[in-house]
């Protein structure tokens, strides 16, 4: 079985499920390498609000969209869903009430998150602390489409080992690398022709980050060792020990079993080699 609306390098075969969905395997995820926290909790002058937790924030706005994540604890709007209807809304972006969820929920890679994740990460959120914010309602300059894709009926779970197949599975569907860091197109990221080439850029208090080309090319990783590839990953720290920009999650991406990150390495160096974007 292929994940749904992915192919190519991101396409793989799934044999064999990793296990029963468990509150632990969820509390791994959100916590980790999903890094939900990152854009659904609030910032303060020193980083996320503790206590506030997936309680939800602006996260961007543009000339496009206004983008708020939503309260996602059992004390949002989310916390009075059956089980399925946020398992969908997940996963294909529909609410209970059919409307769409907007950029820059990642959909495109989130369809191919496998049943047993999708139900430990619904565990999880069941079990999160309930916190009381209203961070308002997103807002769209843009026409959204009536749906990301057809429903998804079942996604099996991959073959979990340290393996370049279980590396595309951890970096496109679960921590959505490859949304950020492959150009946009007129209807989402052009996963088929530029996947992983880089040059998309983010605007935020820090300046403007733009994404690193991550195939393997000379202009994107073939210069650098696994172990400096591991410390950008994790800690946000380049080879010359300078530091890297957000809003790349580093300290969720740090959670990583050290096997899973190096799934995700072998799979970043078998991209085919594309040169920067323009």
Request: hydrophobic share 35%; aromatic share 8%; glycine share 12%.
């Amino acid at each position: 079985m292929r994940y749904p609306v992915l192919s190519g390098a991101l396409a793989m075969v799934c044999t064999q499920a990793l296990s029963e969905p468990t509150i632990e395997r969820g509390t791994y995820l959100v916590e980790g390498p999903m890094g939900c926290g990152n854009c659904h909790t609030p910032l303060g002058a020193e980083g996320f609000v503790a206590g506030a937790e997936l309680s939800g924030r602006l996260v961007e706005q543009n000339e496009a969209f206004t983008a708020i994540a939503p309260n996602i604890t059992p004390a949002g709007p989310s916390g009075t869903w059956s089980d399925a209807d946020l398992a969908r809304a997940i996963r294909e972006g529909i609410r209970p009430d059919g409307s769409l969820i907007g950029p820059p929920m990642p959909f495109t890679f989130y369809r191919g998150l496998s049943d047993d994740d999708l139900a430990s990460v619904v565990m999880y959120l069941r079990s999160a602390p309930p916190v009381e914010n209203d961070p308002g309602a997103s807002t769209y300059n843009i026409p959204l489409p009536p749906a990301y894709g057809p429903p998804v009926e079942a996604v099996a779970a991959p073959t979990q080992g340290v393996t370049a197949d279980y590396g595309a599975y951890l970096a496109g569907p679960v921590a959505h690398c490859m949304e950020c860091h492959t150009p946009m197109g007129a209807t989402g990221p052009m996963v088929e022709t530029d996947l992983g080439r880089g040059g998309f850029q983010f605007y935020g208090p820090w300046g403007t980050s733009v994404a690193s080309n991550l195939t393997s090319h000379e202009d994107g990783l073939a210069g650098y060792t696994d172990e400096e590839l591991a410390a950008m990953i994790t800690q946000g720290k380049r080879p010359d020990g300078t530091p890297m920009l957000p809003p790349m999650p580093y300290g969720f991406l740090a959670k990583m079993s050290a096997d899973d990150l190096a799934a995700i390495i072998l799979y970043l160096r078998s991209l085919p080699p594309l040169p920067d974007a323009g």
